[in-house]
């Protein structure tokens, strides 16, 4: 018989606001009591809110000038300024990529954040250098954070030589999990040639798929049919998003509904960061087509920004402030974004506090879940597969 090896009770909490109870931990997940002749630990939960830690779908921590000196940006015409931006900052910094990334994502996880996806350049101006050092922060982070790895071209895959080759060293020795893309059309200039190599490599190495889609109108909405189409042929339903896609932000009703249909029935997933009104993706409405959404942070005071900080209940104030939510719903469900799209979309179970379910949770003083969104309050206690990681704001 299974002996429980490490067993705590967390006492006087409420789960999404709702009564006091106590949570029982058993190895990890939630249990309905504490085992037979188990010891357990006690921590009093003082009566604070019990939510989910959160997912970052889509953020770029070998990018970030996170607790650097003050970097000042230069003016930016276009996706091209941004990325020469990108190579001067990176030149800049007197801290490693992996340092950097480690104490942002550290920072992350002490905020109530248990996973992100991190979109990490690949690049001739750096080979693998922000990879290699984005995974020494996974290393670092493990049992705490969980990181998956995009290989992405931000300085696109056909219009320079020698990309497709790093992104297929990334993914052939593991280093990666997901191959990225970059406005196939728009920036890149050949919208198939891209498509061509991303999936080829996904295919070839069993790698899911992520592009970055900013372009609008036709030249974004041409290659998100296109992508659709080839995650249907290949079978990688589950396995394809499709990040930021402002092509769909501010569509009609009708034109919505058909594009929401396509991307539900091909299995391809979108993630938005709540940049602003005008490229907010309408995830209620795409959500209730059948189409996953996960949210996440983006860049975060990096060359194209000197906004953010990585802190995605944070990010999840900043969604309804997008949307202008006003009832308790849509703030509980700027929240449920943040927590179930994003776990969905990185393949995690949920996080609802049944027995079974991980024990991945944050303690916050507060009336109810919109309170919360709204007030933002310190993170007091970042639990972990049953274990304490954060106080405050602080990694134990």
Not at 225 to 237: E, H, K, S, V, Y
Not at 257 to 275: F, H, I, K, P, Q
């Amino acid at each position: 018989m299974h002996r429980p090896s490490n067993v705590t009770v967390y006492r006087d909490v409420r789960p999404m606001g709702a009564r006091p109870v106590e949570l029982v931990v058993v190895d990890g997940v939630f249990a309905a009591c504490v085992p037979d002749g188990a010891v357990a630990e006690v921590v009093d939960g003082l009566g604070r809110i019990a939510l989910p830690t959160l997912v970052d779908a889509h953020i770029h921590p070998d990018k970030t000038a996170f607790g650097e000196p003050w970097y000042s940006r230069r003016p930016a015409a276009g996706l091209a300024d941004y990325v020469r931006g990108d190579v001067e900052l990176y030149e800049a910094q007197p801290t490693r990529v992996g340092d950097r990334a480690l104490r942002l994502l550290s920072h992350a996880a002490a905020r109530g954040t248990r996973a992100v996806r991190a979109h990490v350049d690949v690049a001739p101006a750096y080979g693998l250098d922000p990879l290699d050092g984005v995974a020494a922060a996974r290393e670092a982070l493990l049992g705490v954070l969980d990181v998956q790895i995009v290989a992405f071209p931000q300085h696109g895959v056909r219009r320079l030589p020698g990309v497709v080759e790093l992104l297929e060293e990334a993914v052939r020795v593991g280093v990666a999990d997901v191959v990225g893309g970059l406005d196939p059309a728009g920036f890149d200039g050949d919208r198939q040639g891209q498509l061509d190599a991303v999936f080829g490599l996904a295919e070839r190495y069993g790698a899911a798929v992520d592009i970055h889609l900013h372009d609008t109108g036709e030249t974004g909405m041409g290659p998100l049919r296109d992508i659709c189409a080839r995650t249907r042929a290949l079978g990688l339903a589950g396995r394809v998003t499709i990040s930021h896609a402002f092509c769909l932000a501010g569509l009609a009703e009708r034109e919505l509904d058909e594009v929401a249909r396509l991307l539900a029935d091909s299995g391809v997933a979108l993630t938005t960061a709540a940049l602003g009104e005008a490229t907010v993706l309408p995830f209620l409405e795409l959500g209730e087509r059948g189409v996953l959404v996960g949210l996440g942070s983006d860049g975060v005071r990096d060359a194209w920004s000197p906004f953010g900080d990585a802190d995605m209940l944070h990010r999840a104030h900043l969604l309804g402030r997008c949307v202008d939510a006003r009832l308790d719903e849509e703030l509980d469900a700027c929240l449920a974004l943040a927590a179930d799209g994003g776990a969905a979309l990185l393949g995690l179970p949920a996080v609802d506090f049944t027995p079974g379910s991980p024990a991945d949770f944050m303690l916050v003083e507060g009336e109810c879940v919109p309170q919360v969104v709204v007030d933002l309050p310190p993170r007091a206690m970042v639990v972990r597969g049953g274990r304490i990681v954060a106080r405050g704001g602080v990694p134990a």
